[in-house]
């Protein structure tokens, strides 16, 4: 494990600022890799998903890049995500890590009024985070000059393609200057990207986290689960597990200094005896957190990995991976610190939605599947409770019990025993009104193409270009039908007869077989018997459509 510091990677100190800020220790080991060779200037492909800190691994470069004082109005880099949510998400974090050096950061996707975004296009912007449908949009109108462009980032490149960007991609890659510096990230590198990497970049550095050779029954004896959880409900559901379990000792790990903090205090505050331990506290105040943990005053530790290195504990029973580890090396490395010397362990991992793809290569890596278990739900949380409540109780009949008694047996003359017996246990766990918590969904929702034109109401520039009122709504097919995704839409002139023509051209299928038919400005949705989806599919792929190539897929999202 690779344990570079930050200030080691030839970062300017505003930005080292920045991240000291938000509590981050040490990079993650994409970030460690990449920024060295992004600050140089090389093209880079890295295979890195989300959960790797893979956003700062390029976007620190970018920032470190910005020149001093006046930068003028067209921008230095742009940044291409599949999705508004991510684009959104990229601009918010290129934000946050360009405070100190006065980034002025602009997200662009489709379905958000056009007018903000030619404003502030105007004023000027030095990074750009696009959705490639309205960055294709900005370009036609002539909004978004690329002609200052020293970086172009494609973030999630194998989704993008994935989801028919591939023309978009081209038309924007085409149009930015020669001189440039190119990355691509993507959780997968199939022939497509390599393809696209070949074309478009030069003589990339290739990224990717070191695989440590883990081998199938390497691991410790630890018994493995994961929740999938929304971000909101993290804190409650680590608390409900650990009432449930019950840990002897136990290690939270966490991200940052901040989360460490906060996550501390949520647990205080739900009455488990957390402590918190990074790399901000004093040798003295460390050495009293971990005294606390050995005298066992302390149950469980709050900590970031740079602090829990090194850190000797025998008897932890439980590791919680409060966010699925940057990298699956450092996963096997934490959960390594329980069930030792044939004990058994559990390691329990927490799983945001946009963290999947991180716990399945974990799962690649370890040759393990970690299962899925539902969030404790409130009946559990009793039943638990009851389950020691009833331990303590027999424990306690060895006990001078005469004061007791004396109340019970006054009691007992116009009472039940057992109705006082349980009306005493109730007492003992009043207040404990808990709700259930909502598990997030374990399959990912496809997330929906931007192909967003402008759809404020006011005229556009483009001669004969429809005026929506909103965004294509998404339909599922019929029964027994599916639809089938066309890349070429009204841009390109394309009328329903072509989409039929085609099909029936080029398939056994006759045009009443064929279902609706939607047309948008860049893409179109045809729905055709479901048992034909395949050869639909397969035969559109090898023909053309008004006489060029197109992309053509099942459509996920019907
Ligand atoms: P990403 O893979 O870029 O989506 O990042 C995943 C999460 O890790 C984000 O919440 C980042 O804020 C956080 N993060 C990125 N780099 C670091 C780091 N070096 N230390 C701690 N947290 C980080």
């Given at each position: 494990?690779?344990?570079?510091d930050?200030?080691?990677?030839?970062l300017?100190?505003?930005l080292?600022?920045?991240?000291?800020?938000?509590?981050y220790?040490?990079?993650t080991p994409?970030?460690a890799?990449?920024?060295p060779?992004?600050?140089?200037?090389?093209d880079?492909?890295g295979?890195?998903?989300?959960?790797?800190?893979?956003t700062?691994?390029?976007?620190?470069p970018v920032?470190?890049?910005?020149?001093?004082?006046?930068?003028g109005?067209k921008?230095s880099a742009?940044?291409?995500?599949?999705?508004?949510?991510?684009?959104n998400q990229v601009?918010?974090?290129?934000?946050?890590?360009?405070?100190?050096?006065?980034?002025?950061?602009?997200?662009?996707?489709g379905g958000?009024?056009?007018?903000p975004?030619?404003?502030?296009?105007?004023?000027?912007?030095?990074?750009?985070?696009?959705?490639?449908?309205r960055v294709?949009?900005?370009?036609?109108?002539?909004?978004l000059?690329l002609?200052?462009?020293r970086t172009?980032?494609?973030?999630e490149?194998?989704?993008?393609?994935?989801?028919?960007?591939?023309?978009e991609?081209?038309?924007?890659?085409n149009?930015?200057?020669?001189?440039?510096?190119?990355?691509?990230f993507?959780a997968?590198?199939?022939?497509?990207?390599?393809?696209?990497?070949?074309k478009?970049?030069?003589?990339?550095?290739?990224?990717e986290?070191?695989?440590?050779?883990v081998?199938?029954?390497?691991?410790?004896?630890v018994?493995?689960?994961?929740?999938?959880?929304f971000?909101?409900?993290?804190?409650?559901?680590?608390a409900r597990?650990?009432?449930?379990?019950?840990?002897?000792?136990?290690?939270?790990f966490c991200?940052?200094?901040?989360?460490?903090?906060?996550?501390?205090?949520?647990l205080?505050?739900?009455?488990?005896?957390?402590?918190a331990?990074?790399?901000g506290?004093?040798?003295?105040?460390?050495?009293r957190?971990?005294?606390?943990?050995?005298g066992?005053?302390?149950?469980l530790?709050?900590?970031?990995?740079?602090?829990?290195r090194?850190l000797?504990?025998?008897?932890l029973?439980?590791?919680v991976?409060?966010?699925?580890?940057?990298a699956p090396?450092?996963?096997v490395?934490?959960?390594?610190?329980?069930g030792?010397a044939?004990?058994?362990?559990?390691?329990i991992?927490?799983?945001?939605p946009?963290?999947?793809?991180?716990?399945?290569?974990i799962?690649?890596?370890?040759k393990?599947?970690?299962?899925?278990?539902?969030?404790?739900?409130?009946?559990?949380?009793?039943?638990s409770?009851?389950?020691r409540?009833?331990?303590a109780l027999?424990?306690?009949?060895?006990?001078?019990?005469?004061d007791?008694r004396?109340?019970?047996a006054?009691?007992?003359k116009?009472h039940?025993?057992l109705d006082?017996?349980a009306a005493?246990?109730?007492?003992?766990?009043?207040?404990?009104?808990?709700?259930?918590?909502?598990?997030?969904p374990v399959?990912?929702?496809?997330?929906e193409?931007?192909?967003?034109?402008?759809?404020?109401?006011?005229?556009?520039?483009?001669g004969g270009?429809?005026?929506r009122t909103?965004?294509?709504?998404?339909?599922?097919?019929?029964?027994?039908?599916?639809?089938?995704?066309?890349?070429?839409?009204r841009?390109?002139?394309?009328?329903?007869?072509?989409?039929?023509?085609?099909?029936?051209?080029?398939?056994?299928l006759?045009?009443?077989?064929?279902?609706s038919?939607e047309?948008t400005e860049?893409?179109?949705?045809?729905?055709?018997p479901?048992?034909d989806l395949?050869?639909?599919?397969k035969?559109?792929?090898?023909?053309?459509?008004?006489?060029?190539?197109?992309?053509v897929r099942?459509?996920?999202d019907?």
């Amino acid at each position: 494990m690779q344990t570079v510091d930050f200030s080691g990677l030839g970062l300017r100190p505003e930005l080292l600022d920045a991240l000291t800020a938000l509590g981050y220790e040490e990079p993650t080991p994409i970030q460690a890799e990449a920024i060295p060779a992004l600050l140089t200037g090389r093209d880079l492909v890295g295979q890195a998903a989300t959960g790797t800190g893979k956003t700062a691994a390029f976007a620190l470069p970018v920032l470190n890049a910005l020149e001093e004082g006046d930068r003028g109005k067209k921008p230095s880099a742009l940044i291409l995500a599949p999705t508004r949510e991510l684009a959104n998400q990229v601009a918010n974090a290129v934000s946050q890590y360009g405070q100190k050096v006065g980034a002025r950061v602009l997200a662009v996707y489709g379905g958000a009024p056009i007018t903000p975004q030619l404003k502030q296009l105007q004023r000027g912007v030095d990074v750009v985070v696009g959705t490639p449908g309205r960055v294709v949009d900005h370009l036609e109108r002539g909004s978004l000059k690329l002609d200052g462009l020293r970086t172009v980032v494609l973030d999630e490149a194998d989704e993008m393609l994935d989801m028919g960007f591939a023309d978009e991609l081209e038309t924007i890659l085409n149009q930015v200057p020669s001189v440039r510096q190119t990355v691509l990230f993507s959780a997968t590198l199939p022939p497509k990207i390599a393809r696209m990497a070949k074309k478009h970049l030069n003589d990339p550095v290739r990224v990717e986290i070191e695989k440590e050779n883990v081998l199938a029954g390497e691991s410790p004896k630890v018994t493995q689960t994961a929740h999938m959880v929304f971000r909101e409900n993290k804190a409650a559901t680590l608390a409900r597990v650990l009432s449930v379990q019950q840990p002897t000792a136990a290690i939270v790990f966490c991200r940052t200094r901040e989360e460490v903090d906060s996550l501390t205090e949520a647990l205080k505050a739900k009455d488990v005896r957390a402590e918190a331990l990074h790399g901000g506290m004093t040798q003295a105040e460390r050495d009293r957190v971990m005294n606390r943990l050995r005298g066992g005053t302390a149950d469980l530790l709050v900590a970031t990995d740079v602090a829990a290195r090194g850190l000797d504990v025998d008897h932890l029973t439980h590791v919680v991976n409060y966010n699925v580890p940057s990298a699956p090396e450092t996963y096997v490395h934490r959960i390594g610190r329980v069930g030792r010397a044939g004990r058994e362990g559990v390691a329990i991992t927490l799983v945001e939605p946009r963290e999947r793809r991180m716990i399945e290569a974990i799962e690649h890596l370890t040759k393990t599947k970690i299962p899925m278990a539902p969030i404790p739900t409130v009946a559990d949380l009793r039943a638990s409770r009851f389950g020691r409540t009833k331990d303590a109780l027999v424990q306690a009949l060895g006990s001078d019990l005469s004061d007791a008694r004396k109340v019970i047996a006054s009691l007992a003359k116009d009472h039940d025993p057992l109705d006082l017996a349980a009306a005493a246990l109730s007492l003992v766990h009043a207040g404990t009104d808990e709700e259930e918590i909502p598990s997030a969904p374990v399959r990912a929702p496809r997330p929906e193409r931007d192909d967003a034109r402008p759809y404020s109401a006011g005229p556009t520039t483009r001669g004969g270009a429809h005026q929506r009122t909103g965004p294509p709504q998404r339909k599922g097919a019929a029964p027994g039908m599916a639809k089938v995704y066309i890349g070429a839409g009204r841009a390109a002139k394309v009328a329903p007869k072509d989409l039929v023509g085609a099909i029936a051209g080029e398939t056994h299928l006759v045009g009443k077989q064929i279902g609706s038919i939607e047309i948008t400005e860049r893409f179109s949705l045809v729905e055709v018997p479901e048992k034909d989806l395949d050869t639909v599919v397969k035969a559109l792929r090898a023909s053309v459509i008004k006489g060029r190539k197109v992309s053509v897929r099942p459509d996920r999202d019907a």
